[in-house]
């Protein structure tokens, strides 16, 4: 059993931030498969993914992204899954918009959601990085990403969820550079 989590903010004034496409992501996957509604649990919204022979719960914390960490581990407690078993997807200012990379461990690198995480499980989880770019200069970072997608950005950010989405059977089988190969080569065409 996995746990894949996305990072956001809970509520419509938050939808479309680009903070918010962890929640993106879950809800493309959900879509995509079919599922239905979440339920309210372990203070977020949950719902169950099969992939081949995986089963994944995918969660969406409602605690706001500061709190992220607590809603994933009262879900890894009830479950009794390991921070290997987790998988994050969040918004990374330092890749460039709409690229994806995929790593295990490391820092919060500035990221509230991710600090909480690390705070409540430790930093050995898998994370799914979704590139949303950097404003320029630091002083306009909190704007940038709790600031909407622009118009332009709508389609390929569509495209991202497709390719994220069509590709999940990669990173449940743990192939993670064949998940990143197959997501880049669907977001080429």
């Known amino acids: 059993m996995q746990l894949w989590v996305g990072l956001g903010n809970p509520g419509p004034t938050y939808a ?4 918010n496409i962890g929640f993106m992501a879950i809800d493309a996957l959900a ?3 079919d599922l239905p ?9 949950v719902q169950e993914l099969r992939l081949g022979s995986e ?6 914390p409602a605690t706001f992204m500061n709190e992220s960490g607590r809603s994933i581990r009262a879900a890894m407690d009830f479950y009794k899954l390991e921070p290997k078993d987790v998988t994050v997807f969040y918004d990374e200012l330092d890749l460039a918009p709409f690229k994806v990379k995929v790593k295990t461990g490391g820092g919060a690198a500035g990221h509230n959601g ?3 995480t ?4 430790g930093a050995e989880f898998r994370r799914v990085r979704l590139g949303i770019g950097h404003p ?4 306009r970072v909190t704007g940038y990403v709790l600031g909407n997608f622009h118009k332009s950005e709508i389609d390929d950010l569509a495209d991202l969820l497709g390719a994220l989405s069509a590709e999940a059977d990669w990173l ?16 080429q065409d």
Do not use: C, T, Y
Not at 37 to 45: C, I, N, S, Y
Not at 118 to 121: F, G, L, Q, T, Y
Not at 172 to 187: Q, S, Y
């Open 118 to 121: 690390i705070d409540h499980i």
């Open 114 to 116: 991710i600090r909480s």
């Open 55 to 60: 089963k994944i719960i995918l969660l969406k």
């Open 136 to 139: 320029g200069h630091k002083d």
């Open 172 to 187: 449940a089988k743990g192939d993670d550079v064949r998940f990143m190969n197959d997501v880049a080569l669907r977001l």
């Open 37 to 45: 509604l979440p339920a309210k649990k372990f203070q977020g919204w």
């Open 31 to 33: 879509e995509i498969h």
């Open 16 to 19: 479309m931030h680009r903070h």
